[in-house]
């Protein structure tokens, strides 16, 4: 039997992810810190590549291939030497990390680092989009607990010390909203919210719960409000979907950074 449509696009936007991030990471590295690997499939794709790959996340990653190191550690304050390993990855994690917290775990990325940082986040992300109402404290959250949102001018700031060598941009997105619609579905209560997300509340560390019950008014007000999204949609051009950056700790500064697109749908 197939995998449901939906399934297949699903992973034809996460290989392709993952396989730039992968691509990006210097054939010349003998070390690397996957950090924020979740379940560590990034690692377990460059272990046949590299001599000594650790995957670390705040629990450790559970990794089919034994030749990963499996770690628990937090990337606002790693506990390694400083240049620990040539290459650090970070992909789809620095959109989580409170903003408070954002700089210093950048830094930590940075100075662990040897040679080279690997960064991907979602690309100009609109966190109106898929919001949640938690069923416990009654808050909104972002979709899937992103917390930060990040153009190109964004994520090269918060690595003053290193050079961006290389940007790639993955996928194509056209998911965005507009202060008409994203009231509306305040109002009714973000019914059509990333609901089926791991990641729990922000505002108070519980699982966000299913959608609540919805009145006439407030299914009315969803109605409205995925109209306006859906005309606006069709006007506005699409735009990738994620950014990968490779940050070099020496290189020339000023220097053009290589660009290629991947597009996926």
Known sequence: ????????????????????????????????????????????????????????????????????????????????????????????????????????????????????????????????????LCANCHRRNPPYGHVNSFTEEDLISLFPECVPVALSYIGSSRERTNSVSSALMDFAGNPYGTYHQDECCVHCGAQIGPPAPRSFVQKVATRAALWIDRAQRALTPARARWLHVRFDKSGARGAKPAVRRISVA
């Open 1 to 132: 039997m197939s995998a449901p449509a939906h399934e297949s696009v699903l992973d034809r936007r996460e290989q392709a992810r993952l396989g730039d991030i992968a691509a990006l990471v210097p054939d010349s590295a003998e070390s690397l810190l996957d950090a924020g690997a979740r379940e560590g499939k990034l690692a377990g794709m460059l272990v046949d590549r590299i001599k000594r790959v650790v995957a670390l996340d705040l629990n450790p990653p559970t990794t089919p291939d034994a030749r990963v190191e499996s770690v628990a550690g937090d990337i606002t304050a790693l506990e390694y030497r400083d240049d620990a390993f040539d290459v650090v990855v970070c992909s789809e994690v620095l959109e989580h990390i409170p903003v408070g917290k954002l700089s210093g775990a950048c830094r930590e990325l940075c100075r662990v680092a040897r040679s080279s940082v690997v960064v991907g986040v979602p690309y100009r992300q609109d966190l109106r989009c898929a919001r949640t």
